[in-house]
């Protein structure tokens, strides 16, 4: 039996699940027996990843789109009432990490990217989803936070506004939305590989998570289905870590993904 059953029939959209953590995500739903949108910038990844949840006996379909835009997002959401007539949940994972750029070395090109596919894409996702879901009686919107949305990360500085809005944004969604059955939480991953780090890499940076070990991205699925799910339906306007306990230690990490001695030489600052 699913862990979730009230999920089996529930259409859910998954954002940048050609990859990592979205893949994942999609996955664990389509097992639990949604009918999953899957979305991606690379409309390829999208088939392919909605193809194999196809051939586990799921329902799904693939839709590509990049989030920042509003004519894309709508072609996706349009999709999905096409093929399933409505949406119950939306998992807005697709964002951009990089490039990594100290802020001397930044533009305003690098910043509003970043911006555009991580806040404005969930801003939009959220609009068109929202409507849909108000129209039926609600669902539950999920999405991605960072710790660099309350702590910091070196060169990191677009993406970690990116995701303090994330939070914010999320907060004042449940209070517009609650009214209209819409839960609105957010998901918070640690240090996850997503990319397939060697054994080393993942021993130095599991070494400094007090679970003992790097996450995976199947270790966000359980929290996604719980959030989607009527388990969680007095939760919204919260965000739920994944992080090993990150967060939760007081000492420093020994380990930093840019560390001060990669920062711009001040006679190289133009």
């Known amino acids: 039996m699913p862990t979730h059953p009230d999920l089996a029939d529930k259409v859910v959209v998954v954002t940048g699940a050609g990859s990592g953590i979205g893949q994942a995500i999609a996955t664990r739903f389509g097992s639990a ?48 009432l096409e093929a399933f007539d409505t949406v119950d949940v939306l998992v807005n994972n697709a964002g951009l990490v990089g490039p990594m750029l100290h802020f001397f070395d930044a533009d305003e090109a690098w910043w509003r990217r970043i911006i555009d596919v991580n806040l404005t894409g969930h801003f939009l996702c959220c609009h068109r989803a929202a409507k849909i879901m108000a129209r039926r009686g609600g669902g539950s919107i999920i999405n991605m936070s960072s710790g660099g949305a309350t702590r910091a990360h070196r060169s990191f500085t677009a993406y970690d506004a990116s995701k303090g809005g994330i939070e914010a944004l999320t907060r004042a969604l449940a209070l517009d939305l609650g009214p209209y059955g819409i839960r609105v939480n957010a998901l918070m991953p640690g240090s996850i590989d997503t990319s397939g780090m060697d054994a080393e890499a993942r021993s130095l940076r599991g070494e400094n998570i007090p679970a003992g070990r790097i996450g995976e991205p199947f270790d966000l699925t359980g929290p996604a289905l719980f959030l989607a799910s009527d388990d969680s339906a007095y939760v919204t306007g919260d965000v739920l870590k994944v992080d090993g306990g990150m967060l939760a230690q007081q000492r420093s990490a020994t380990v930093d993904i840019v560390p001060p001695s990669s920062f711009p030489d001040i006679d190289d600052i133009s």
């Open 33 to 80: 027996g949604s009918a999953v949108v899957v979305d991606d910038v690379d409309g390829d990844r999208a088939e392919e990843v909605a193809e194999n949840i196809r051939s586990r006996g799921g329902t799904a379909i693939a839709a590509a789109a990049d989030v920042s835009d509003r004519a894309q997002v709508d072609a996706m959401f349009d999709a999905a």
